[in-house]
């Protein structure tokens, strides 16, 4: 059964920053590509950053320069880097991926770590 564990969010003042992991658990093939995303209250789940096998990176643009996302291939977990925090990047984020495994190719969600930006 594979599972995606996130950590790292909590509460930061404007301008902070914090460090989001996701590290899954499983027999596990291969997994490309990895990727954040987040939904506040009231709106729709949104992209914020995809990472590649292969280091190809694409962001959203409200995020751009501000946030990174990196991986660590030998131990399969990926990271989102959140720098200069605003109160608009309050929201519940979750780690995602297309992984490859005994039952499959699927994509799979974390549980969501609530990260929230205090003016």
């Known amino acids: 059964q594979v599972q995606l564990v996130e950590s790292g969010g909590g509460l930061v003042e404007t301008g902070g920053s914090l460090r989001l992991a996701c590290a899954p658990s499983g027999s596990i093939f291969s997994i490309n590509p990895m990727a954040w995303y987040r939904q506040a209250p009231g709106k729709q789940r949104e992209l914020v950053a995809r990472?590649?096998?292969?280091?190809?990176?694409n962001y959203a643009d409200s995020v751009k320069g501000r946030f990174t996302i990196s991986r660590d291939a030998a131990k399969r977990t990926w990271y989102l880097q959140m720098n200069g925090l605003k109160p608009d990047d309050t929201a519940v984020y979750y780690c995602n991926a297309l992984i490859s495994s005994n039952g499959g190719t699927k994509i799979y969600w974390g549980q969501g770590t609530q990260v929230t930006v205090s003016s």
């Open positions: 990472i590649t096998l292969g280091g190809s990176t």
